[in-house]
């Protein structure tokens, strides 16, 4: 067997080289897990294949530093070098903690002084201390937007991956639904949820954020189904580090005239804000428009977000009031809008699209209809 090969799928190097000379940088230093990957494909994700780097992260660090030409120099862990490659233009191994360090001291010599160097805000202060020490009369400026701005825009072969995890969702939705039964238990639901995605070819669970009624789906509580009740099905999957998302409801019993109308109204203004998602168009124009749709229906606006982007984590970049940002082909954004029926349940949809030349692509394509169990 030859050696195995990981290679980043979406980094554009050109781009970020003119984005970094754009702001005046000799290169950036990358720290966190996604941006890591996004520029070497070292799989430090916890749903990249296996998910021992992100395990042993404490001990073994890894970081990707770029510089104004775009080249790429990843410092990792040695023993994930035997036998394998990755897409950099040169790798730093490690054995120790300690020798981590040493490896980011020899890269940051290396630098000279006087220059700027980019580094995310999430960065590790002991890491700053190290650039600061070894890059002397250097400015270490916060540079998130920029690997932010090359991220928001996907490459045919991420698109591809967020088609897959989505694809393993909506079977997995399908299959929970006939096993939603009276009395059980909604860990155990939980549980059958995350088989069902492995089952189903994900390599890794983002979130389940399942709930019985008004109970808060954002923790795992332990609550029984019972008759007359909404259930909340969001499922995230993650396939080759990329994620997925949307939501779906079943009723246990025959649902409400009411619900079914509030339900139909929410669909309607995510299908309209979706329409949308054309080139030109900008991010800060989308909540401007969902409000006008509240409005027309007699609803309340319930919404910090109309939705977010998607790619090696599920919530990227929120679409949010005021955001010039325009919308372009190649982004893959999720539209997600909500309301409380009078019982106090979160009652709305959520779907993903890809933008393109023209009208935008829904790729979430599971039926949004409200399921009777």
């Known amino acids: 067997m030859g050696e195995a090969t990981f290679e980043p799928i979406g980094l554009d190097k050109d781009r970020l080289s003119a984005l970094l000379r754009e702001r005046g940088l000799a290169g950036v230093l990358l720290t966190s897990p996604a941006n890591v990957m996004y520029t070497t494909g070292f799989p430090t994700l916890a749903g990249a294949g296996n998910p021992i780097m992100h395990a042993l992260s404490n001990q073994f660090p890894t970081w990707s530093y770029v510089d104004g030409d775009g080249h790429v120099t990843l410092v990792c862990w040695g023993v994930a070098t035997f036998g394998v490659s990755y897409g950099a233009d040169a790798v730093r191994p490690f054995f120790t903690r300690g020798l981590a360090d040493t490896e980011l001291v020899a890269l940051a010599a290396g630098l000279g002084g006087g220059r700027r160097v980019g580094v995310e805000a999430s960065c590790p202060w002991s890491v700053v201390r190290i650039l600061e020490e070894h890059c002397p009369d250097s400015e270490i400026v916060a540079c998130d937007d920029i690997l932010d701005a090359l991220r928001l825009l996907k490459s045919p072969a991420e698109i591809e991956m967020i088609r897959r995890s989505t694809a393993i969702i909506e079977q997995t939705v399908t299959e929970l639904v006939p096993v939603l039964s009276i009395g059980m238990s909604r860990l155990d ?18 979130h389940v954020t399942i709930a019985f009624g008004s109970a808060n789906p954002e923790v795992a509580l332990g609550e029984l189904l019972e008759p007359n009740q909404l259930v909340t099905l ?18 246990t019993g ?26 030109g168009v900008t991010f800060g124009d989308l909540p401007v428009r969902a409000r006008e749709l509240y409005a027309e229906i007699g609803r309340d606006p319930l919404f910090l977000t109309v939705g977010h982007s998607m790619g090696l984590q599920v919530e990227e970049r929120w679409i949010t ?13 999720n539209v997600e809008l909500y309301s409380f029926t009078e019982g106090g349940v979160l009652v709305g949809d959520e779907e993903t699209y890809v933008v393109t030349d023209g009208d935008p692509e829904q790729i979430t394509v599971m039926p949004a209809d409200l399921i009777e169990v």
Do not use: K
Not at 189 to 206: F, K, P, S, V, Y
Not at 268 to 278: D, F, P, Q, T
Not at 321 to 333: K, N, Q, S
């Open 254 to 279: 025959v649902a409400p005239d009411a619900l079914r109308e509030q339900h139909r109204q929410m669909c309607g203004i995510v299908s309209e804000v979706g329409s949308m998602l054309r080139p």
């Open 189 to 206: 639901l939980l549980r059958e949820a995350r088989a069902r995605m492995l089952a189903n070819g994900a390599h890794g669970i983002d």
């Open 234 to 251: 969001d499922l995230g999957a993650v396939y080759e580090g990329y994620v997925s998302d949307n939501r779906r409801y079943a009723f």
């Open 321 to 333: 009031d005021g955001d010039d940002t325009e919308i372009a082909p190649g982004m893959v954004l």
